[in-house]
């Protein structure tokens, strides 16, 4: 994309679309992508619940920011007039408490939507990657309820990062309360049109009556996966997953994986000596150079890549590969996999794959950032996971809104509502800040009629009709 600023003469037309009838469109299409949840929750519990449920995603999409967090009070006066608060409050404090849903019906409404999705990219001949990231839901303020547990704060590590020109700050790693938050994205191989598709959310205490262990919970996730999806995706994961014990699991259930390893991890190379992976690499010429871009920077850097066959200490039955991608002026990556590497473009493939894994980093970025994820203060456990699990489904239908169906949508909301001159803001391949902002000012200005909503016998987005 050009790094110049468009001119009036290039700006993209933008449709002249009446914003009534789109806001009405947008609230049917919310109903129309939680339909097939709705239905199953109508046939559990009380159809005013259900009611309540579709409503609740609005108001997170309408009022949840950086600033206003996802308190039952203030969340209450939205859902119904502000005079009218204490009663909205209770009408979400009966979803949540309900005893005739679990957080697992969003759970596995969720992961059945990934496994569509996968059906179709693969339908379409695309190789699709199941991205994997733990980060932590941070609650520094608070030691009341027994569920948390000390995370390490990746908001206090970002804060007390050297400055130039400005004091060194303590070093080490900061710990609040909070909870550990695993979570799966599936993304193509290659950077398309097609947004990411939300599959799982977790979250797991290492204390109180909930205690487990990391691998446990990974486990857990890893064999709904297996179970569903097998050998159709390619699992990428981070150095926080790198053990004999993870490995030895890809391993068993024979999983297409690439898996980033430590370099001072042990591994044996082709010659049967047990040495550390940057050892191993050390010396050896790259089998490629080429140009790529730095997705985190957003720049052109020249990178090299080259590839060793090793094997596990305990597992040396298995041959891998250990894949190096280098590049100027930053740390290398050691990634390892089980797939055959034998040229240049394989190995290319598998470091593509790995950088592909920038994408749930931004995941945890919009979570936080833009609706609101780490501000509910609910003290049991099943009632804080079926919040955080509806602005889950919020979150899944933002991602929706990024696929080139929505386009001219997409630029009908970002001219009207979410005006950005910056050359950054205007050339933002999927801008999912400015389109959820875009979104809340559409419909704090023109609230839904749910009565229109719910009396349609298949629900259809607006923008569908006039695009046609």
Known sequence: MSSQYLTPLEEPQVPAYPPAEMAQGLYTALAHFLAPLLMQADSRMDKRLVRTMVQTVAVILTFRDRVNGLLL???????????????????????????????ELIRSYLWHRASQRLTRWKQMGRDVLALWDESAWEKPETIASDDLAPVRSSKGARLTHIKKGYYTPPRGPIFVPGLHWLAVVLVGSEQQDDPPELASMRWWTSRGARASFKRDEQAKLLLQGVLLWGREVMHVFDQGFASSFWLGLLLAFSLRFVLRWKKDYQLVDAQGQ???????????????????????????????????????PDHPEQPLWLVVARRKGGLPWYLLTAESITTAEDAWRIMFAYARRWQIELTWKENKSELGFQSPRLWE??????????????????LSLLAPFYELLRRWLLRHYCHRTGRHARQAHQPFARLRLALSRLWQRIPARWEEVAGRPRPQPRVQIIML
């Open 73 to 103: 009070s203030e969340m209450g006066g939205y859902l119904e007039t502000p005079d009218k608060a204490p009663a909205g409050t209770k009408r979400l404090s009966r979803l949540l408490h309900c005893r005739k849903w679990s957080a």
């Open 381 to 398: 456990w099943e009632t804080r996971e079926k919040l955080l699990l509806l602005a889950a489904l919020a979150y899944a239908f933002l």
């Open 274 to 312: 047990r040495r550390a992976a940057w050892k191993i690499a050390r010396g050896k010429r790259g089998w490629q150079e080429r140009w790529v871009w730095d997705c985190r920077r957003h720049q052109w850097v020249m990178g090299s890549v080259l590839a060793c066959a090793v094997r596990h």
